[in-house]
């Protein structure tokens, strides 16, 4: 994908300084393997979301459909190309830390105790650890991984962040991981509706999430809804 700034530049300020068609031949072949190289790494971050789908069957679905979620909401928000790419590419691997917990607790069909939770939410550490080598990732995505368990009353992990001390890419994204793990059917529950579950993070504005965005987010998932009856 070509960076905010590339699409920005018009054709004159493209061919400033290209003198020779060969001299312009490289820069859009320079600018074409940008791309290609975006679209690798797009691919492959995806894959790497949709392996610990395979160990966690229960999960299937869940990162392409809270990538698209987020995209909704980074679409409402008038997000830029890049920021809404990073977005995605922190949505495919906001759970990534899973790959190191256990078995026992990962696939545990019933409720996690107290040692189970704390070992389960060591997952957020774990994942950072993991996306910290791939040095080509946008900040953002980083945010995700690090803050989508965060709450707006500091009652979250694993920082305790209060409002604003949260990242809004985390924040976004919590919007939609929730959403997704409500409407979504698991061995301890049946999948809620798509009503009930807005009711229910409607409910959690000002505690759980953001109450601004929460508002958005409703607002948008219900017009989505009335469109579609």
Request: charged content about 25%; some cysteine.
């Amino acid at each position: 994908m070509l960076s905010d700034e590339l699409r920005r530049l018009r054709f004159a300020d493209l061919t400033v300084g290209v003198h020779t068609n060969g001299q312009f031949s490289a820069l859009v072949e320079r600018l074409a393997a940008d791309e290609r190289a975006s679209a690798a790494c797009e691919a492959a971050l995806r894959v790497l979301g949709l392996a610990l789908e395979v160990r966690d069957g229960e999960t299937k679905g869940h990162t392409d459909r809270v990538a698209a979620l987020a995209m909704r909401m980074a679409e409402a928000l008038c997000w830029s190309p890049s920021q809404t790419r990073a977005l995605r590419w922190g949505a495919y691997l906001h759970d990534i830390g899973k790959i190191a917990i256990p078995d026992a607790v990962l696939l545990k069909p019933g409720a996690l105790d107290a040692e189970e939770r704390a070992v389960m939410r060591s997952h957020v550490g774990e994942g950072l650890h993991f996306v910290a080598a791939l040095d080509f990732l946008p900040a953002t995505a980083l945010e995700v991984v690090r803050d989508h368990h965060e709450r707006w009353n500091g009652q979250g992990y694993p920082a305790g962040k209060v409002g604003c001390e949260i990242s809004l890419a985390g924040r976004v994204f919590a919007l939609c991981d929730v959403y997704d793990a409500l409407t979504s059917k698991r061995p301890y529950k049946a999948a809620w509706t798509s009503e009930t579950a807005l009711d229910e993070i409607a409910g959690q504005a000002g505690r759980h999430f953001d109450p601004v965005l929460t508002g958005i987010f409703v607002e948008l998932l219900a017009c989505e809804a009335g469109r579609l009856d």
